[in-house]
């Protein structure tokens, strides 16, 4: 085995393990319904592939041990996936909690990369529209926002029983990340006066204190403080 081979089959290594941490830095977000590690293999793969389709006559065979390599460690990290669970953590993760009891864990957003308007239009996606309503939301290790809402606020055959519901419409944002949205404000026919004063009946006297509040049609103000 001469040196250039040496040099590709640790190249190989390494670039395996680099793009590894890239990937789990990178987060889940990027991607939907596929692991980062199924993307990642992708784009590996696709990069030998197009190495060998275009790379000189030379190149060949070194592609050929990199695809090799590559391969062999997807099967030994496969095999490790299904044996060991810190293993498992370790490379996919696990399912982060962004809403609890209908109360937004800000914390869990930035972990996960996710802004308040990304979360709240996967969950309008899923048909809920008020935040208040949701018990649990968990962002899966595919990126797939799974949502469980609160009993009450379940799907029933409402029209069989004719029990009317209380139309509530699109909820307005109004607070994100303490600062006060004022043209959705404006737009709730509400004032800050009124606004600071629900506060105060949520013992919050400061709105940089507040992560989010949005204000249904109902004139009905959901608030998530900031969790320290």
Known sequence: MNNKTIEIILR????????????????????SRITFFDFLVGVTIGSVAVRMALGSEDSLFL?????????????????????SFKFRKLIGGEPIILIKNGNILDYNLKKSKVTINDLIMQLREKDIFNIGDVEFAVMEID????VLPKPNKQPITTGDLNILRTYKGLTSDVI????????????TNYDEYWLRKQLKTHNIKDVKDVFYAGLDTSGNLYVSPKKK
Do not use: F, M, P
């Open 143 to 146: 990126g797939e926002l799974s």
């Open 63 to 83: 592609a050929i041990i990199s695809a090799a390599i590559i391969t062999i460690l997807v099967i030994i990290t496969d095999y490790l996936h299904i044996k």
């Open 176 to 187: 994100i990340d303490g600062k006060i949205i004022y043209d959705n404000l404006k737009y």
């Open 12 to 31: 190989s290594i390494s670039s395996y393990i680099i793009l590894l941490i890239l990937g789990r830095l990178i987060g889940r977000k990027l991607i």
